[in-house]
């Protein structure tokens, strides 16, 4: 089942914050999120698990709310390089782990 | 070490006709995937594996057949390519324990069908 990215797209100028929300109808083992930029492949940026700790990745980091089966993705100081789309992938708990399943999408444009 | 290697980057097929998407990793991951990408759809698993000779669908698995022999290889096939099917295909891998290190992505296939 396809986990539930908002908002599908964000304007940002350099230096603003942002969230990117990613929820799930299953109980989740895991989180995972990446980036993506035009023309590319996706690129990892961080994994959240079930009991874990929030995490984080320079200015770039991660929550996960368990009760709630949503992760968010916190941007802060936003730069020109972290344009691209923000994907969230996840792992149900008691399913086949390694059965990776992404969200459609956060188009991120940072502009000067 | 050159990760996940997919080729070829670029193909067109006509309807109807079958090939094969390679997809190789030399980073000795158990665990391979496939996903297709269409605009506005994310990321959608076809197949994936998580050892030699282990496969299993995934969301969209119609029309695509996967084998594992190896622990390197994971090549996905096209039976009969239809329009549908046009899509950017990447190949993924994951050692088993280690996905707290993220699946590694290949660079991707584009494919065309006419």
């Known amino acids: 089942q396809q986990p539930v990215q908002s908002p599908q797209a964000v304007i940002l100028r350099e230096g603003e914050d942002a969230v990117i929300n990613c929820s799930s109808s299953k109980a989740l083992y895991s989180v995972h999120w990446y980036r993506q930029k035009h023309g590319e492949a996706p690129v990892f940026l961080m994994i959240?698990?079930?009991?874990?700790e929030q995490k984080g990745h320079e200015k770039i980091s991660a929550s996960f709310n368990e009760k709630k089966q949503q992760s968010s993705l916190y941007l802060t100081a936003s730069q020109l390089s972290y344009s691209g789309t923000y994907f969230c992938g996840t792992e149900i708990s008691g399913g086949s782990n390694y059965k990776l399943t992404f969200g459609k999408g956060t188009l991120l444009t940072v502009n000067p | 070490n050159a990760g996940v290697t997919q080729t070829p980057k670029f193909q067109v097929l006509k309807t109807g006709q079958s090939m094969t998407l390679q997809c190789a990793q030399d980073m000795n991951h158990e665990y391979m995937s496939w996903y297709r990408q269409d605009p506005g759809m994310g990321l959608r698993l076809i197949h994936y594996s998580v050892g030699a000779g282990i496969t299993d669908q995934g969301e969209v698995p119609n029309g695509y057949n996967v084998s594992r022999s190896t622990t390197e290889d994971f090549p996905l096939r096209l039976l009969s390519a239809a329009p549908s099917q046009t899509s950017v295909y990447f190949c993924a891998s994951s050692g088993l324990g280690g996905t707290i290190h993220g699946y590694t992505f290949g660079s991707g296939t584009r494919l065309t069908v006419v």
């Open positions: 959240l698990l079930k009991g874990g």
